[in-house]
């Protein structure tokens, strides 16, 4: 005789429907590539967004601003930058059609 182990909700895993629900419970959740491609391009985008941060800070000290005028500044283009490029992210649907 098989043990019977309580799955989930009082399913026993000895049963087909427990077998299924531990196979559910046991996957790993993996990035699609598209979804890689998309990570690695925000990244790209939010580094050259701090780097225009930067040098507009580093100008507009140069030009004479305060520094808190030139911080509020830096923020602003960092914020300006980043959030177009995550207005523009590309939505993957979390399941994908197996064709036959």
């Known amino acids: 005789m098989s043990a019977r182990r309580p799955c989930r909700d009082g399913v026993r895993a000895t049963q ?3 077998k299924i629900a531990q196979l559910a419970l046991s996957t790993e959740a993996e990035q699609t590539p598209i979804n890689k491609e998309i990570h690695h391009f925000i990244q790209i985008i939010s580094a050259i967004a701090f780097a225009l941060g930067i040098s507009f800070f ?3 000290l140069g030009m004479g601003q305060d520094a808190v005028t030139s911080l509020v500044f830096m923020i602003g283009i960092i914020v300006a930058n980043v959030r177009i490029s995550a207005s523009r992210r590309v939505e993957t649907p979390s399941r994908h059609r197996r064709d036959s």
Do not use: D, K, N
Request: charged share 0%; proline share 0%.
């Open 16 to 18: 087909v429907i427990g």
């Open 58 to 60: 580093a100008a507009a």
